[in-house]
Nanobody, 114 residues
Framework: QVQLVESGGGLVQPGGSLRLSCAPS????????MGWYRQGPGKEREMVAS??????ANYVDVVKGRFTISRDNVNHLYLQMNSLKPEDTAVYYC?????????WGQGTQVTVSS
């Protein structure tokens, strides 16, 4: 069973930056739609950004211009987060989807606070 392993979360002051990474526990093959989701305190999980195998990316409006999603050729996924705000505080999850395959990471905590 493939597991996704996230890293890069932590505590950062408003205006700061973090870079999240996600990697599969074993080598996987295929073309996956990859995305980052987040779930803030008392909120539902929401999609933050996604990237197609072609490299085309989509973002939720509230992170446009501040977050950048990227992927490499060995199915690693990244999320560069700049100009972080307290409302970005959440557990961030990575997700890989391809046909019937749907993998989630365990989540990494991002806290934006002074």
């Amino acid at each position: 069973q493939v597991q996704l392993v996230e890293s890069g979360g932590g505590l950062v002051q408003p205006g700061g930056s973090l870079r999240l990474s996600c990697a599969p526990s074993t080598t996987i093959f295929g073309f996956y739609v990859m995305g980052w989701y987040r779930q803030g305190p008392g909120k539902e999980r929401e999609m933050v950004a996604s990237v197609l195998p072609s490299g085309h990316a989509n973002y939720v409006d509230v992170v446009k211009g501040r977050f950048t999603i990227s992927r490499d050729n060995v199915n690693h996924l990244y999320l560069q987060m700049n100009s972080l705000k307290p409302e970005d505080t959440a557990v961030y999850y990575c997700n890989y989807r391809s046909g019937s395959q749907n993998y989630w990471g365990q989540g990494t905590q991002v806290t934006v606070s002074s």
